[in-house]
């Protein structure tokens, strides 16, 4: 099974800061014949089911703002938002969609410093 | 626009069976794999199964395997797991979520739509 591993497990950040949470997964989740990476981000808020946010690992699903952006290839991942608002705040996951069992990180929660 | 709602879970006591449904509308249900997910109280999230959109292939995590069974039923619009042999570890909210552009379990997309989930309590 590919584990993934994110990091912080939480972050504290200031009302228009930046955030910035890394994910790891412990093989490459690149795709070689098409060059894509098998990795996405989801949000989750309290009493809700997950949202996806980034998937390719830096494609932005329809409707989420400019501010999230994912970066990376390969086995190291990372999902930032450029400047974080009130709601924001949420437990982030990565997901790798490479193989089966299709498998996500510990989540970080993001809250307000 | 799609629509996913479970149902079916409850309080249920070790080693008993539960069978959740869940309820598709908004997109062409019978084109489509479908999953379910699990997330335990404060927990991360964990894949449970997959089914193919014609029903005739299913994988499932190896936690569940040999216990935990997905189909579907095309004509309704309704995906089912049936989960036997219940342990304290299966307590957990349990969502049904779709893929897009996916009809069969090899086919590797992430999860765009997601249903409220029905929680599933496994204590005696």
């Known amino acids: 099974d590919i584990v993934m591993t994110q990091s912080p497990d939480s972050l504290a950040v200031s009302l228009g800061e930046r955030a910035t949470i890394n994910c790891r997964s412990s093989?490459?989740?690149?795709?070689?014949?098409?060059?894509?990476?098998?990795l996405a981000w989801y949000q989750q808020k309290p009493g809700q089911p997950p949202k996806l946010l980034i998937y390719w690992a830096s494609s932005r699903e329809s409707g989420v703002p400019d501010r999230f952006s994912g970066s990376g290839s390969g086995t190291d991942f990372t999902l930032t938002i450029s400047s974080l608002q009130a709601e924001d705040v949420a437990v982030y996951y990565c997901q790798q969609y490479y193989s089966d069992p299709r498998t996500f990180g510990q989540g970080t929660k993001v809250e307000f410093k | 626009q799609v629509q996913l709602v479970e149902s079916g879970g409850g309080v249920v006591q070790p080693g008993r069976s539960l069978r959740l449904s869940c309820a598709a509308s908004g997109f062409i249900f019978s084109t489509h794999a479908m999953h379910w997910v699990r997330q335990a109280p404060g927990k991360g999230l964990e894949w449970v199964a997959v089914?193919?959109?014609?029903?005739?292939?299913?994988n499932s995590a190896d936690s569940v395997k040999g216990r935990f069974s997905i189909s579907r039923d095309n004509s309704r619009n309704t995906l089912y797991l049936q989960m036997n042999s219940l342990r304290i570890e299966d307590t957990a909210l349990y969502y049904c979520?779709?893929?897009?552009?996916?009809?069969?379990?090899?086919?590797?997309?992430?999860?765009?739509?997601w249903g409220q989930g029905t929680l599933v309590t496994v204590s005696s």
């Open positions: 093989q490459s989740v690149l795709w070689s014949s098409n060059n894509k990476n098998y």
């Open positions: 979520a779709t893929t897009s552009d996916c009809d069969s379990t090899k086919c590797f997309r992430p999860f765009d739509n």
């Open positions: 089914i193919s959109s014609d029903g005739s292939d299913e």
